[in-house]
Structures are given as structure tokens and as C-alpha cells.
């Protein structure tokens, strides 16, 4: 696997009538090709702000951008002019969002749409357009295809109109797919429908895909590598196996615990007390003292810095990687 995606130090402030955000803090990120990274968090860590951010989606008069986005081995993203960018928005990098409801125009057929992104970024006719558009909507199983291509946003229930909208970011064989928080407009059956068909059609294709979720559930059922943030900050990342099994940071161990378990591994389901902090101004020591059962005196006025284990596996925390099962003293 070649790195596809190579994010150095990004920071993004946010100019808002509360004053500057930082809301994302000097994160670094690789995603390679044919692999599923997830980034997961609490709502505001900065998760969907990385994602836009590959695709400078932001309105550039209110955002601050520092650091690099090198995309396929040099070219940075962040100084790309508008031209080159829209070449590689929809082809190369395609974005796929939370409610699948306002991905469409209501005022267009949803085939027509579908072809729009193939006539813009390749030199084909509009027929051979439609027929792409249909196999792909085949391929996600919009079934039949040819009679679902004419067919209204309106017509279709929002299950069927995230698999259109995931048909619509795969026609051009993007090799990065972002999906933002994919399932969470759907409900539990569809959710676990879209997952499997992400997955199947990842590994038929071939594409990265980088998914936001503040679900771990979905991290562990379709991810390879994950990224967990917390307060504009990546605190552990490395493979979903390895973190899910022996999490290094204590925010990391606390999410897992948090996720609803039946059967034999029914455990008492536990909530993570207090609330991130605030992002508008400078955080002392570590952004998850207030909230952490393992902070010391240390945590409060120092900041951590990373640590590296086997296989690529970081976390970012004063703790020593065993800690958290023998008790969590810091070092
Ligand atoms: Fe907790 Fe300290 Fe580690 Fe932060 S550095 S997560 S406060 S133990």
C-alpha cells in the first residue's frame, strides 16, 4: 500500500463571532491507497473540519489553513489553484455526506445527476454517460437500474438515496472516497446495509476511504486503521484491531467502553463525565485532564507528547502504554 494522502501538521482556525477556533491542531495523517481509516470523536473535535479540509471545502474567507495536504506523493492541496482543485474535487478525492436528503438536487432526476459528475471530469457522450450511470446504480443496488435512473429525489427513501449518493461519488473511481458520518441519517437495519455495501465496493474498486463517525461501532465493523481525535487533536491512531483490543489512551478506552454491548459481553455501560474544553483559546497540559480518572499534577500544565509503539500504533498522553491495565500511574 502507497501513501495516498499525506496530511503534516494541519491547523485550521475558524474566524467566528466568539473569536478565533482552533479547530484543528496540528494534526498529522496518512492514508494509503486501499485502506479504510476511520476518525472518530465527540461532535466538534475537529473530525469533519480534517475531512473537509483534503477537499478545502471551508468558506476560505472565514478559515485559516497551515501545515500540508500532499496528495499522491508532492502536489500540497492547501496552495493548489481553483483549477486544479476542481479537477481533482468529484474525480480524483469524492465526498460522500450525512443526510443524503439535501446530497441532490430535488429539482433534478437522480440519474442525470449521476452523469453530470462523469461529463464534467471525463470526455465521454451523454449516452455512454447514462449507461455508466445505470450500471452503477446497479452495482449499488438500485434495482432496475434504467427505470431508477429517471426517478426524483422525492421518490426514493433515504436508504435509497444514500446508496444513489454513494453511486454518485464512485463513478468517476475516485482513489480517495470521504464519507461523513455515512449511517447516521438511516436507521439500524440500513445502517449496517450501507456499511457492507462501502466495504464490498471499497475492495471491488480498489479506492482509500477515509469515514468520520463519532460511532466506534462503525469503526470496528468496516474499518482497518482509525484516528481518534479529541479537542482539535489525533490522541491515538493506528490499527482498529490493536486500539479495540488495548487502547493506550485513556479518551480512547473511555469511547470503547461506552459502546452498547449485548449478550455474553453485556457490560454496564458507562458516559464519559464533563464536556470537552472550549477551542477558543490556548489549552494548557493536556486537553483531557478535566475530564481523565488517570490525570496527575503532571497533566495539567504539561503537554504530552506521542509515543510510538509496534506497527505505526501513537498516542499521545504522559501514560506508559501498559498503564491503563495495571491502574494508570503516569510516568
Ligand atoms: Fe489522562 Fe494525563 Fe494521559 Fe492526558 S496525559 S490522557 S490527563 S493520563
Redesign the pocket.
Known amino acids: 500500500m502507497s501513501e495516498l494522502v499525506q496530511i503534516n501538521h494541519l491547523k485550521v482556525d475558524l474566524m467566528s463571532i466568539s473569536g478565533l477556533i482552533h479547530a484543528v491542531r496540528d494534526i498529522n495523517l496518512t492514508i494509503s491507497s486501499d485502506e479504510i481509516h476511520g476518525i472518530v470523536g465527540e461532535s466538534g473535535c475537529g473530525k469533519s473540519m480534517t475531512a473537509k479540509s483534503i477537499l478545502r471545502l471551508h468558506d476560505e474567507s472565514k478559515v485559516e489553513y497551515s501545515g500540508e495536504i500532499l496528495y499522491d506523493g508532492g502536489r500540497d492541496i492547501l496552495k493548489m489553484n481553483k483549477k486544479d482543485l476542481l479537477k481533482i474535487r468529484g474525480n480524483d478525492i469524492s465526498m460522500i455526506f450525512q443526510d443524503p436528503m439535501t446530497t441532490f438536487n430535488p429539482l433534478l432526476r437522480i440519474g442525470d445527476q449521476i452523469s453530470e459528475a462523469l461529463l464534467i471530469h471525463q470526455k465521454i457522450s451523454k449516452a455512454e454517460a447514462k449507461e455508466r450511470s445505470v450500471e452503477m446504480l446497479e452495482k449499488v443496488g438500485i434495482l432496475p437500474g434504467a427505470a431508477r435512473y429517471s426517478m426524483y429525489p422525492f421518490e426514493m427513501s433515504g436508504g435509497q438515496l444514500q446508496r444513489a449518493s454513494i453511486a454518485m461519488s464512485l463513478i468517476c473511481s475516485p482513489r480517495l472516497l470521504i464519507a461523513d458520518e455515512p449511517t447516521t441519517a438511516l436507521d439500524v437495519t440500513m445502517q449496517a446495509q450501507i456499511l457492507k455495501l462501502m466495504k464490498q465496493l471499497q475492495r471491488e474498486m480498489h479506492s482509500a476511504v477515509l469515514i468520520i463517525t463519532h460511532n466506534f461501532g462503525v469503526i470496528a465493523e468496516i474499518c482497518d486503521k482509525v484516528s481518534v481525535m479529541y479537542a482539535g487533536q489525533i490522541?491515538e491512531s493506528g490499527d482498529v484491531r490493536k486500539i479495540f483490543s488495548a487502547p493506550c489512551?485513556?479518551?480512547t478506552k473511555d469511547l470503547i467502553d461506552s459502546i452498547p454491548r449485548s449478550g455474553e459481553r453485556a457490560t454496564k455501560l458507562t458516559s464519559i463525565p464533563g464536556a470537552p474544553p472550549k477551542l477558543n483559546h490556548t489549552i494548557n497540559?493536556?486537553?483531557?485532564?478535566p475530564r481523565?480518572?488517570?490525570?496527575?499534577e503532571?497533566?495539567?500544565c504539561e503537554a504530552?507528547e506521542f509515543r510510538t509503539l509496534d506497527g505505526g500504533h501513537r498516542y499521545?498522553?504522559?501514560?506508559a502504554h501498559d498503564?491503563l491495565t495495571k491502574g494508570?500511574a503516569?510516568e
Open positions: 490522541i489512551h485513556p479518551y497540559g493536556c486537553a483531557y485532564a481523565c480518572k488517570y490525570a496527575a503532571k497533566c495539567c504530552p499521545l498522553c504522559h501514560l498503564s494508570g503516569t
